[in-house]
């Protein structure tokens, strides 16, 4: 028998959004996931999972924030060495 493999494929995002933009974007989830949160304890919810992934596209949002911040802090940091 012949074993078959498959290889995943993952790529990055190309799109760059501004602290601002990834701010508002966590607003929006957040409120989000409170709503769902809000439907399962009164037993709406259909699936449950969803809070799951709600969970983690907020962690994902709050990386890219801290990311996009530090890379802010760095550009300013070597843009003023290179002035001196």
């Known amino acids: 028998m012949a074993k078959t493999t498959t290889t995943k494929k993952t790529t990055k995002a190309t799109e760059v959004k501004t ?3 990834l ?7 957040q409120l ?6 809000k439907s399962h304890k009164q037993g709406e919810l ?3 999972h ?3 992934v709600q969970r983690k596209n907020i962690a994902r949002a709050h990386t890219a924030i801290a ?3 530090k890379a802010e ?3 300013k940091t070597s843009t003023l060495k290179e002035e001196k």
Do not use: G, M
Request: no cysteine; net charge negative; charged share 30%.
């Open 23 to 29: 701010r508002d974007e966590l607003t929006k989830l």
């Open 67 to 69: 990311a996009a911040s």
């Open 32 to 37: 989000e996931h409170l709503e769902s949160r």
């Open 19 to 21: 602290i601002a933009e």
């Open 46 to 48: 259909v699936n449950p």
């Open 73 to 75: 802090a760095q550009s």
């Open 50 to 52: 969803v809070l799951t």
